[in-house]
């Protein structure tokens, strides 16, 4: 291939499939580069690194309960990822419903079909009134302890809302 097209980039699947941790001498990506390739992936490895990483946190919420989710909050501190409203990019789709929508404007939404709207929520800023009615609940999920639904064992130390 070389010989007939010298100039043409090559690409390398470094897919999980061939198992690379268990090869004696695994290709590094400096060596596919000294052989030419300029293009390396990984098929699904951003997959594989979420499911992971899901399975433990999960797992760590399960036998640790709140304290997992504080763990993770300072974990995320100062992280890329530590606001999911900037990871998607919720003030750029607010200044484009702004722009394209007659009648929407910063912090308020066009009505939904029943008639309330939907509510903004800024970083930071309280959530209430945003949870449905409890009443409204079917008695077999308001009846669920706490302890039972996340695994722990344990009876719940204070009585669901």
Request: charged share 25%.
């Amino acid at each position: 291939m070389r010989q007939t097209h010298p100039n043409l980039p090559l690409a390398f699947n470094y897919s999980s499939s061939f198992k690379w941790n268990q090869d004696p001498s695994p290709f590094t990506f400096e060596e596919l580069g000294d052989l030419g390739y300029r293009f390396i992936f990984i098929t699904l490895y951003a997959a594989h690194a979420g499911m992971y990483a899901t399975w433990n946190a999960l797992e760590e919420l399960v036998r640790d309960e709140e304290q997992a989710q504080w763990r993770l909050e300072k974990m995320k501190a100062g992280h890329p990822t530590e606001s999911h409203h900037v990871m998607a990019r919720v003030a750029h789709f607010q200044e484009l419903e702004r722009r394209y929508i007659p009648g929407a404007r910063r912090g308020s939404s066009p009505r939904t079909a029943s008639g309330r709207g939907s509510r903004r929520i800024e970083p930071g800023r309280d959530c209430a009134g945003l949870r449905p009615e409890v009443d409204r609940w079917p008695a077999e999920v308001r009846g669920i302890p706490l302890a039972s639904a996340v695994g722990a064992g344990r009876p719940p130390r204070r009585a669901p809302p």
